[in-house]
């Protein structure tokens, strides 16, 4: 992905928004609409366009607030909403699908992974930690664009570990059982 203005200061070498697509918040206002609706139901007065008037600034609030989440890779750290991860602790980076993000996050994952999921995106990154300091294994972040962000990451820890020479490179999408 490009980079992007998303955050202030140096340019980020990635920056995605894990927003809602159009048709989440088509299906969020109808529904704001068919309960105001429902809540009017043909009375005067008051009712007649109290349900429309907090209804429907309530339901973009909340659609608004499920886009919020923002990850970027710059300044030598993952930054996923107010989380961050110094690039130096990062020991690989594995994209996932939809497939490897189910296995992942399913009946065997780690409790103390760190995740920020969202369900209408179908890719994500697992990066596996390497700091004996934090009990944290891993974090499971979603993203549009998986192999974009595991690249952008991985040259972000190996410019933070330039006088380390070897790094791990960024492995295929891995793709859950058959």
């Known amino acids: 992905m490009s980079p992007s203005s998303t955050h202030p200061g140096p340019p980020a070498t990635y920056a995605e928004r894990l927003g809602l697509p159009w048709w989440g918040w088509l299906l969020g206002l109808v529904a704001a609409a068919l309960l105001a609706t429902e809540i009017w139901m043909g009375v005067p007065g008051v009712r007649t366009w109290l349900p429309f008037a907090v209804l429907v600034p309530l339901t973009v609030a909340g659609l608004a607030w499920l886009s919020r989440i923002r990850v970027a890779v710059a300044d ?99 793709t859950g059982p058959a």
Do not use: C, K, M, Y
């Open 76 to 174: 030598g750290e993952l930054r996923v909403d107010d989380a961050r991860l110094p690039a130096r602790f990062v020991a690989d980076v594995l994209p996932l699908d939809v497939a490897g993000r189910r296995e992942v996050l399913g009946v065997g994952a780690d409790p103390l992974a760190f995740v920020v999921q969202r369900p209408w995106i179908g890719g994500a990154v697992q990066v596996v930690l390497d700091d004996p300091a934090d009990p944290t294994p891993f974090w499971v972040v979603s993203t549009r664009h998986p192999v974009e962000l595991a690249e952008a990451l991985l040259a972000a820890r190996d410019a933070a570990n330039a006088r380390t020479g070897g790094s791990a490179g960024v492995r295929d999408t891995v």
